[in-house]
């Protein structure tokens, strides 16, 4: 046993009077000094008193929240803040991807027919491409309607602010506007035929897939048709290593169908000569018209 | 003589961290299925990826793909010109990897297939473009009507990749071969 002289004045506890009138200490003292004295030598949050207090507030918690009631009830609050929004749990149905697919037809058609894109040389060709986005809308809206779906009538919001109205702004300040417009004519063609290559490992009916499709490979001959104005004859369907080093524009870019975004580049060529490049995505989830 | 003391390695598992990452575990925990309530849960349709029915379909797709290679390959041989001979060799080339693709696909499901020309046109490439649009665009037909029968999703996506680059082969070879860009894009 410690003798309390061990201990330093501060932490002496008080002798308790005895029977006698004489002050005396007793065990208990002594085995709580030893006890204080401890606490001294540890740091302030020792690993027993975190699980000690972290398990009484644990065991509050649960009391508490079992005597909670169960109403909503107003929680007073300071400043403004908005009310979280619980979003609707949503699947992929064969009708969502139709509107979806008539969003980014609608897209492709009105950016044909502004006045950015059918003006000049380019007028008639794009007027005539516009037709194949409005037989498109045609086959999309018979087989919505077929699936007691409401047909899209609107351009894709979500894309269109993306890269649609930065695309056509480019092309309204570019030096070469008719150059420029057939480069994202080809761009919005292939995005159309992506589009629909991509939706149909998601589309439950066999047979819709193949309609799309068909729709897909329109889109891609209409592709086809404007590579081939840019780069013209048997030169435009193979890639070259081209002057700068990168290749060259061809009708035939891929060996197979691509899903990844369409780069192209557009507007007034910077002080090193190149233009800004513009990501062209197909649509997903959250450009889907839900 | 050294004498810096030597100070006691920390372990990284300490009963302190261990505790520590007991809390932020629980309280992540805690907090999940209220981040969870505010996210969009999107859900597919739950489609088989791959479907033994789609054998023949696939067999027929390869045999198809393997006759225009046979068919390609002869023009490539006889083309003189640069441009229209690496034209006519791209064409081919992605033939070559269609039929590969779903050559691969099928594995020991390869059922035997003759791969005769389709055509033996003769003349320059832009005589033959015109025969050779036909013979696309027919490809792309039985592709997407083999396409609408297809259960699997795989083999699916693999033979819509194969009718978006067909279909450009069409109407670029019909524009080679004379036609108007509005007929070329069947419009």
Redesign the interface.
Known sequence: MRRLSHFSPALRPLPQPGCDGKARFTMNDEMNMTSDNAATERSPMSRRGLLRNGGAAALAGVVLAACADSAPQAVARLGEASEPQTLDDVSVTDVVLLRTAMSVEKLAHEALTSSTLATGSNATVMNDLAKGHENALLALRELVVARQGTPVDAANARLKANWGDDALALVGESDEPEADGLLLAHALQTVVASTYQGFVPKTTEPALRGQMMGLAAAASRRAAVIALQIAPGAKGFVSELGADGNPTFSALQSTFGTLASVQVQLGKKNEAGVKESVALETPSYNSYIW | MDTHDELPTETGTS??RL?ASL?AGGTAAAFAPVLA?????????D?PKRDAADNESLNAAVAREAALVATYAAVVEKTS?A??K??M???H??HL?YKQ?LVGFLGPDLAPFDANPLAAPTGS?AAVAGEFSRLEDET?QIH??I?????G??A??LV?????????????LA??SGAA??A????
């Open positions: 009963r302190r505790i809390l309530g505010t996210a969009r849960a999107a859900t597919g349709p489609l010109g441009d229209d690496a034209a060799k791209v064409i080339d992605h990897a693709a490439v792309v997407i009507g396409l609408a029968g297809l259960k999703t795989d699916a996506s819509a990749s194969i009718i978006t680059v067909e279909a450009r082969h069409a109407a670029a524009l080679l860009p509005l070329a894009a069947g419009l």
